[in-house]
């Protein structure tokens, strides 16, 4: 279970770490908790648990302007898991159905269908 938990932190340090809730209130220039968690809650927003269980929020889901990646809550959706840590492994590391690419690379660029045909198939025996 710690080699799990160490894997999925390693996961959230490689790809750029996190913020808190105060910093991504700042990001989308000080929306409220409430919208964040509802954003959380309703699939658009990724939350991972950090110490004392609070929600820390992976830097990798937003683009430079501060805005989320667009696709990001259809993919959450289509990967059909409770698990945040599973989201972020998803989005994060090299893909080999697309080609060794991250899932976040492509959903920044705009390429949104492959990552959606990929993330349907996770955790689909034989897919």
Do not use: C, H
């Not at 390429?111 to 897919?127: C, H």
């Amino acid at each position: 279970m710690l080699r799990g938990v160490r894997l999925v932190e390693a996961d959230l340090k490689s790809s750029g770490g996190a913020w808190s809730l105060a910093e991504v209130r700042e990001l989308l220039q000080g929306v409220s908790r409430r919208t964040i968690g509802n954003r959380v809650r309703e699939g658009r927003l990724l939350a991972v648990p950090g110490p004392g269980n609070r929600a820390r929020y992976p830097v990798a889901q937003f683009l430079e302007d501060g805005r989320p990646v667009p696709g990001l809550g259809d993919v959450i959706a289509a990967l059909a898991t409770q698990s945040p840590w599973v989201v972020l492994n998803f989005l994060v590391n090299p893909e080999p159905k697309l080609d060794g690419r991250k899932p976040i690379d492509l959903l920044k660029a705009g390429d949104l269908a492959p990552v959606l045909a990929v993330a349907r198939g996770v955790g689909v025996q034989g897919a």
